[in-house]
């Protein structure tokens, strides 16, 4: 079945460090997409990159960073020079087909952030 | 251009009582899911909806229905609450990719946060 694991329940940092953020995911699928997604106090849950299984290259955004290896079906999550305003709840989710051209998201736990001044 | 718009954001119900939320996609979309998130866990997915038929189901029971209407928004309606059905319902919305016509583009909307007595 599908899953998402992600390990780490709790991170906390000081200002400007670099943290990374883990996601292992379970698929049966050959064609899937890989998502991250922010979800501060308030609930919304901010879309930050979606990445096609077929396009392994890693991705740069400004201060954030993924890395997708699918020999260990992993896609992390760096953020340098980590700032106040990151803090806040990070999911990975997995996409599983559900008929026609439709998917829904497969989550996992999420993992806090806090990061300290 | 509005994202997706939730109402209630805040809601208290009694055991046993029935109660409908609703969503306004993001103007153009035309598919709507919704999900469920406990404190502490990531969105479970409840059903989807694309021209006014549910496509799929999650693991939920019956007293989990929806609806969409012709202008694309829908409404989640729980008969007979439980105190376990206290959470975040998210509503997302998406549209088909315009190369690979794939829809895995979602859009959330802050949720509303029900709380059952």
């Known amino acids: 079945a599908q899953k998402v694991t992600q390990a780490q329940t709790e991170i906390s940092v000081v200002e400007k460090e670099d943290v990374t953020l883990d996601c292992v995911y379970e698929?049966?699928?050959?064609?899937?997409?890989l998502f991250w997604y922010k979800q501060p106090p308030s609930g919304e849950l901010v879309f930050l990159i979606r990445?096609?299984?077929?396009d392994e290259q890693n991705e740069i955004s400004g201060r954030y960073s993924w890395n997708f290896q699918k020999s260990t079906s992993s896609f992390n999550f760096t953020i340098t020079a980590s700032q106040v305003v990151d803090s806040a709840v990070y999911f990975c989710a997995l996409s599983e087909a559900i008929g026609g051209n439709n998917h829904k998201l497969i989550w996992g736990l999420g993992t806090s952030l806090a990061v300290n001044p | 251009d509005a994202g997706v718009t939730q109402s209630p954001t805040h809601l208290i119900k009694t055991r046993g009582q029935q109660v409908t939320l609703r969503c306004s996609p993001k103007?153009?979309?035309?598919?709507v899911s919704w999900y469920q998130q406990a404190l502490g866990q990531g969105p479970q997915f409840i059903f989807q909806?694309?021209?006014?038929?549910?496509?799929q189901r999650g693991n939920f029971p019956d007293r989990f229905s929806g609806h969409q209407f012709p202008n694309y928004s829908s409404e989640l309606n729980v008969n007979a609450l439980l105190l376990g059905d206290s959470a975040l319902y998210l509503c997302?919305?998406?549209?088909?990719?315009?190369?690979?016509?794939?829809?895995?583009?979602?859009?959330f909307g802050s949720g509303t946060r029900l709380t059952v007595v």
């Open positions: 103007s153009g979309h035309d598919t």
């Open positions: 909806y694309y021209e006014e038929e549910e496509r």
């Open positions: 997302a919305s998406s549209l088909p990719d315009r190369a690979s016509n794939v829809r895995y583009g979602y859009t």
């Open positions: 990445r096609n299984s077929f």
């Open positions: 698929t049966r699928d050959t064609t899937y997409y």
